[in-house]
Structure formats: C-alpha cells, structure tokens
C-alpha cells in the first residue's frame, strides 16, 4: 500500500471488515449471544429501554464491565484500526493490539482508585506483521515504531469528574508523551437494557499542555459502548462481567510519528472485551503478551505489588 496516497472507501472497508467477526470468541460476546442478543438477521434486535440506574449502583455497575469491584487484578484487551486524518483525507497508519490490566478499590460510594498497566503492539495494518517502522503520510519519512509499556500508572473513576494535575505518563518517555499538565474529564452514563444484555457508555478525554515552550501539545478523546449480560452485571455476588467493548478516539500525533507541521491527528476504532482470564485474549494478542511481558501474562498481581511498595 502506498502510505502517501489517502485509503479509499474500499479498502477502508476491507481492512475493518474482520474486526466484528473476532465477536465470535469474545466471552462478553458469547454472554450476549446466549442471552439471545446477537443480531445474526434471524431474528430482529430487540430495543433498548433506559434503565433507572445512577450514582453508585451505576457506578458498581459499570466497574464489573470496566474491571473487578474486588481488588483483583482484572485483564482487558483491544484490537483496532488507527488512521491519521489529515484535511479530511484518512490514511492507513497501523493495526493496533493492546492490552491493559487494572487494579481497584472502592474508597468512596461515588469513587474508586487503583493502578493500570497498558502494553500496545503495532501491526502492519494489511498483513498484521509487526512494525518495526512506518512511512507517515504526507511527509513521506520513515520512523521508527517503539515498544509501548506504561504502568503501573495511579488511576481513579468516577461516573462524572473533571482534573487538573500534572501529566503522570510522562514518565513513559518522549517518545509517547511529553511532560505537562493534564486536564481530564470523565463522563459515564446512558445505562439501557437490550433484552438481557446491559449496555453502558463512557467518554475520556485528556489535553496536556506541555511545559516546554513551543512544544505541541496533546490530546486524546475516546467514546466506549459497554455490552455484558445484564444477569451478569446485577448479581451482588459476582465482582466482574465479560463484557464486549465498542471502542473508537481521537489522538494527536505521538512524538515518536515526528509529524509537527502537518496538519490533522489520528483517529481509532475497533473492538475489545474485559475477560476474566488473559487466557481468553485472542490468540494473536496472547502471543505477544507471553513473548514480551510474560510477567503481566504469569502474575500480574506481582507487578502491581512491586510497584506499590
């Protein structure tokens, strides 16, 4: 593929087409299916109803779908299609797999606070290789494509809240983040019932205004539909629900990208599922796990207990 030239609608098509397939072996997937939720075109789906669910029931709620409500360490995985969109031309970037394990407590009916790992792998978008560079759009040059680690990294949720607090990822390196302020807003709600499954959806975003003058800032803003069975959700003696996600964002360019002064930002959609086990990641996301982080693969409760000792 020409990465210069923006994707056509054809391909574009092509290369998300797979993505609602890997449906079939999602354990929130398959919970929905055996409740009667999946809309294979035998049947007519049913129509979601608001559900009268708020503050801290919702907030309980949604944490079984986000992770665990009982400090256990709670696996979630992504697969998606990231596109830079410059002028309103998209342009194929890469196929992302990632991974992402969280840790909570309830201190507070309305809040909980813990600690996230995240791994990321970059793909080639059309043979799902490994990169090890990218040729940009428009500029045409050649970078080279970093591992992603970060974490443990301090994380809290609310249903609702707005921050300001300096940007804990920078951490990570310049070649993902760069060193600022962080405002942050989190917005959680729209609970419905389709049947017997429960959706969910939240919206995150953070903007970083960086202390280096002259330095790009950063952005990203992401919008999520929740699915799990809702017998699942509402049982007081389970502490988590597989549940399907339904991810898409948008990103400013990473440093790494090396793209200032062009114009435009990266947009991302694709599906994903919080598991009870890393054993039901796809088999693709679950190799390179083992491979490169076998320690969050083996006993990720160790690496969240190292970190806060």
């Known amino acids: 593929m020409n990465w210069n030239k923006p994707i056509s609608r054809r391909t574009a098509l092509m290369t998300t087409a797979s993505l609602p397939l890997l449906g079939a072996g999602l354990p929130g997937i398959r919970a929905a299916e055996a409740a009667g939720a999946a809309c294979s075109g035998a049947t007519a789906p049913s129509k979601p109803e608001p559900v009268a669910l708020a503050g801290p029931a919702l907030l309980e709620a949604y944490m079984k779908m986000r992770a665990r409500t009982d400090g ?55 043979t799902g290789e ?59 709600g729209h609970p419905t019932r389709d049947g017997k499954v429960f959706n969910v959806t939240d919206h995150h975003e953070t903007r970083v205004i960086p202390d280096a003058p002259n330095a790009p800032g950063f ?39 090396k793209m200032e002064g062009v114009p435009g930002h990266t947009i991302q959609s694709g599906l994903g599922a919080t598991v009870e086990r890393v054993e039901d990641f796809p088999a693709g996301i679950l190799e390179l796990c083992r491979k490169y982080h076998p320690d969050l693969v083996e006993q990720p409760e160790k690496v969240f207990a190292a970190a806060s000792a």
Not at 232 to 243: E, L
């Open 72 to 126: 256990r360490v709670a696996p979630s995985w992504m697969d998606a299609s990231t596109y830079a969109f410059i002028e309103g031309e998209t342009f194929p970037l890469y196929r992302l797999f990632a991974a992402t394990w969280y840790q909570y407590k309830r201190v507070s009916p309305d809040r909980y606070e813990g600690a996230a790992v995240e791994v990321a792998f970059y793909l080639d978008i059309e």
């Open 130 to 188: 490994p990169l090890e560079t990218l040729q940009m759009p428009r500029k045409g040059h050649v970078v080279t494509v970093p591992r992603y680690r970060a974490g443990p990294t301090k994380t809290s949720m609310e249903l609702h809240s707005a921050t300001e607090q300096p940007f804990g990822m920078a951490k990570e390196g310049g070649a993902f983040f760069r060193a600022g302020v962080a405002r942050s807003r989190t917005d959680v």
């Open 219 to 257: 952005f990203y803003s992401e919008w999520i539909i929740r699915r799990a069975a809702w017998d699942a959700v509402m049982d007081p003696r389970r502490a988590s629900a597989p549940t399907e996600v339904v991810y898409s964002s948008v990103a400013a360019y990473r440093p790494w990208m």
